[in-house]
C-alpha cells in the first residue's frame, strides 16, 4: 500500500515560486509513474506534470511547460515540483499521485492512471 504526503505549499504573489514536495512509502513496483495533479474550485482535476520513475522521463500539461519542473530523489522515496513564474490561473490544491501500472507513461496526465493520492497541498497565487 503507498501512502503520499505532499508539502510545500502555500501562498505567492505572481512571478514567484514555490517547491511541492510529496513524500512516498510503500513498494516501488506501485510507483512506476509519480504525477502532480490540481484542482481548482468548480474546476476537474487537471494533470500538471508526470514522471516515469524507472527512467526519469517527465511530462508537462501545456499550461507549465518551461515554468514547472518534475523531478524525483531515490533515496528519499520523494518527488518534487519546482513551480516558477507563478501565474494567478495556477491557485488550486494540488495533488500527488501514484500509479503502479508499467504503461502508466503512455497516459502519463490522466487521473485515471493513478491508484494513490496523496490529500493535497493548496497553492494561493495573488
Known amino acids: 500500500h503507498v501512502q503520499l504526503v505532499e508539502s510545500g505549499g502555500g501562498s505567492v504573489q505572481a512571478g514567484g515560486s514555490l517547491r511541492l514536495s510529496c513524500a512516498a512509502s510503500?513498494?516501488?513496483?506501485?510507483?512506476?509513474?509519480m504525477a502532480w495533479f490540481r484542482q481548482a474550485p468548480g474546476k476537474e482535476r487537471e494533470g500538471v506534470a508526470s514522471i516515469y520513475t524507472t527512467y526519469g522521463l517527465t511530462y508537462y500539461a501545456d499550461s507549465v511547460n518551461d515554468r514547472f519542473t518534475v523531478s524525483q530523489d531515490n533515496a528519499k522515496n520523494t518527488v518534487y515540483l519546482q513551480m516558477n513564474t507563478l501565474k494567478s490561473e495556477d491557485t488550486a490544491m494540488y495533488y500527488c499521485?501514484?500509479?503502479?501500472?508499467?504503461?502508466?507513461?503512455?497516459?502519463?496526465?490522466?487521473?485515471?492512471?493513478?491508484?494513490?493520492w496523496g490529500q493535497g497541498t493548496q497553492v494561493t497565487v495573488s
Open positions: 510503500g513498494p516501488s513496483y506501485s510507483r512506476d509513474c
Open positions: 499521485a501514484a500509479s503502479g501500472n508499467r504503461y502508466c507513461y503512455t497516459a502519463a496526465l490522466r487521473p485515471n492512471v493513478y491508484n494513490y
